[in-house]
């Protein structure tokens, strides 16, 4: 079993203080969602995780099974075992896929006898054109060929915690179906789930054990499932006027 544990994070962007003390623990076989508006801090906490550039760390942890996350580059942390599902994919030119996934799994010292066949077999799961598996990564990819791309990267390095930023945005129905079943696929008693969502149609699909509400950099309401439904319903002005009777 992995763990990783966010203790009271701070973390600043320029000048601004963004994430005001977070802290979350997210054990493998658990899918955990963060929700909140616009602005909340959400992508940033996902940013610190990862290590990008720019996001200054201020106060607090973050470990995995012990290790002291925050200390290490982002590749590191990616051979340790944390996966971020971005929201925004990146274009590499000039490398294929195959080429990232062999490194990857070398990195994490692990082998796939035969990684073109799986990567074959996971686009095929998830729908996703076996001809863009020999193009370069992400290059002239529509929205949802490079989320469903992300998620294919996800299902063959088998993270022991992903982090999925916003994966929703820019999807339509069918590509969040299939998106949401490939994260479905994969969860069990080794993997990890941080599923970052400004809305609560996501978690349709990708049903969570336990719900976050960020606000203004930190988390103001925790519980179950059935959190996101009320968020639904009454609306991100609840979670304002609450807060403003307390
Ligand atoms: P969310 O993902 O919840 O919408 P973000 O983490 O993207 O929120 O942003 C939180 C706040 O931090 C916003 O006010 C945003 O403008 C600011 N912010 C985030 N990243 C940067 C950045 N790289 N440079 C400047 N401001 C940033
Ligand atoms: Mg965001």
């Known amino acids: 079993m992995s763990t990783l544990e966010i203790r009271d994070l701070q973390v600043s962007v320029g000048s601004t203080q963004i994430l005001n003390g977070i802290t979350l623990t997210i054990n493998s076989g658990e899918v955990h969602a963060v929700m909140g508006p616009n602005g909340a801090g ?4 996902s940013a610190a995780i990862m290590g990008k550039p720019g996001y200054e760390i201020t106060g607090g942890s973050v470990t995995l099974d012990g290790q002291d996350v925050l200390a290490m580059p982002t590749w590191q942390r990616a051979v340790a075992g944390l996966h971020l599902v971005m929201q925004y994919p990146t274009e590499v030119p000039g490398v294929k896929l195959s080429e990232v996934l062999s490194e ?49 990267q996800m299902a063959i390095l088998e993270p022991d915690v992903a982090v999925l930023d916003e994966t929703d945005s820019g999807l339509d129905i069918d590509a969040l179906r299939i998106v949401s079943e490939g994260v479905n696929a994969m969860r069990g008693p080794d993997t990890g789930f941080l599923v970052i969502t400004h809305y609560q149609r996501l978690l349709e ?42």
């Open 104 to 152: 990857a799994l070398t990195a994490r010292h692990a082998t796939l006898p035969n990684l073109n066949k799986t990567i074959n077999e996971e686009a095929a799961r998830i729908s996703f054109d076996s001809e863009l598996v020999n193009r370069a990564v992400n290059v002239d990819f529509s929205g949802g060929e490079k989320k469903r791309n992300e998620i294919m």
């Open 205 to 246: 699909y990708i049903v969570p054990d336990r719900v976050h509400i960020m606000w203004d950099g930190r988390i103001v309401h925790s519980g179950g499932k059935e959190l996101a439904l009320e968020l639904e319903e009454k609306g991100y002005d609840w979670v304002k006027q609450d807060l403003a009777k307390a």
């Open 42 to 45: 959400k992508s940033t906490l």
